[in-house]
Structures are given as C-alpha cells and as structure tokens.
C-alpha cells in the first residue's frame, strides 16, 4: 500500500473510531489522522504477532480496515485515559 494510501486509511480509520468512541478530543485533523495511522501500524502489528497474518496488504480488504479501525480505537481509548488524567481535573463517569 502506497503512502498517500495509507494516511488516507489512516485518518477514515481515526474518524471511524471517533465516531465509535464520542466524547470530547483535545486533536482536530491531524490528531485524528495520527491516530488513524498508528492505530493501522499497532492493528497490523498484533493481528500478524496473534494470528500469524498480514492485515494491511490491499487498501480495499475488509481485513485492512477492521484492522486499521480496531487499533485507532484502543489508540484513541488510551489518547483519552492518558490525555484525561494529565489535564489535572476530575473525570466523572
């Protein structure tokens, strides 16, 4: 998968998993993207180390993208419990 290809996937991967996880995000595009795209990496990186496979091969697999979007949102979720506790207030659930 080329470059331009891969930042593409990853900032739908960022939206996708904004939209899956709302709440308030200190990141506009870029943080999103940056998500996205290390979300992909980390994805691909433990779907291959459990499942001995390699997930981001073709940028119109279904396994790419469920991979991208799994590890933006567990990416996003520690974004969020990292980025929440360092601001120094509460956080209520």
């Known amino acids: ?5 891969f930042i593409i996937l990853g900032l739908l ?5 904004k939209q899956l996880l709302p709440g308030s995000d ?4 870029i943080v999103t993207t ?14 291959g180390a459990i499942f001995d496979a390699d997930p981001l091969d073709d940028f119109f697999d279904i396994s790419t993208w469920l991979t991208a979007i799994a590890g933006a949102v567990l990416l996003l ?3 969020r419990l ?4 360092r601001s120094g207030g509460r ?3």
């Open 1 to 5: 998968m080329g470059i331009i290809a």
């Open 13 to 17: 991967a960022g939206i996708i998993a």
């Open 26 to 29: 200190p990141g506009g595009i």
């Open 34 to 47: 940056l998500i996205g795209i290390a979300g992909a990496l980390v994805g691909g990186f433990l779907a």
């Open 77 to 79: 979720w520690l974004y």
């Open 82 to 85: 990292f980025a929440g506790s």
């Open 91 to 93: 956080r209520t659930t």
